[in-house]
């Protein structure tokens, strides 16, 4: 079993939709990380949790959401989508330097 | 303007060639770690050097750290189907913030 894992694998949404991405770990590590990859502008953070009470901003934070439910779940959420966040989404955790990744999140906002 | 270029953006090479792919910081490098990424898939972590002149090696994938810790290259011997897809650097530069980079990666083809 993957121990990071990523639902949904592909979404397609409208214009406007809330849209959740989840993410789940069973490596037991504290930091996690939300990442989007666009063609040309290689990865992207939005979004990290140090701990269950830590969420801070990344570079590219803005329309975006995040809970840290437990230190096994980290979720995404999209308020209202827009065509710009079309992107493939990267769910990492962390251990000491080393990122672990999960497959990613296709995601189409029509 | 990248604080990690990679250079080239893409390569394609025939079965059996050696490659190289660079990234190049705009700032010291403390740490810098290389993954692979599977189209459509995920990061895997090939390494991480960390010492100037450090040299790493896993099968037939070698990466070296520059003394002057600004760049990185990663060279691949007698390339094979298997290593295509796309390279990323990633580097740390928290100062205060946590702040970690990746380069924009370098697409990797190679024809059996």
């Known amino acids: 079993d993957a121990d990071v894992t990523q639902t949904p694998r592909n979404r397609i949404t409208k214009t406007g939709k809330r849209i959740m991405l989840e993410c789940s770990q069973t490596k037991g590590h504290d930091r996690m990380y939300w990442y989007r990859q666009d063609p040309g502008l290689g990865l992207r953070l939005i979004y990290y949790s140090f701990d269950v009470k830590d969420i801070n901003k990344g570079e590219i934070s803005d329309g975006y959401s995040v809970s840290r439910q437990a230190q096994a779940k980290f979720s995404l959420s999209l308020e209202s989508a827009i065509p710009n966040q079309t992107a493939l989404y990267f769910c990492a955790t962390q251990l000491f330097n080393e990122q672990f990744f999960g497959p990613g999140t296709r995601l189409t906002v029509l | 303007s990248q604080e990690l270029e990679q250079s080239p953006q893409s390569l394609i090479v025939q079965e059996g060639k050696n490659l190289t792919i660079n990234c190049t910081s705009s700032?010291?490098?403390?740490?810098l770690y290389w993954y692979k990424q599977k189209y459509g898939e995920g990061l895997i972590f090939l390494m991480m050097l960390q010492k100037g002149g450090e040299e790493k090696s896993h099968e037939k994938i070698t990466a070296k750290l520059d003394e002057k810790k600004q760049q990185s290259s990663l060279h691949i011997t007698a390339s094979q189907p298997s290593h295509a897809g796309i390279y990323l650097c990633?580097?740390?530069?928290?100062?205060?913030?946590?702040?970690?980079?990746f380069g924009t990666g370098t697409r990797l083809k190679v024809l059996a």
């Open positions: 700032k010291t490098l403390y740490g």
């Open positions: 990633g580097a740390d530069f928290t100062s205060g913030t946590y702040k970690y980079i």
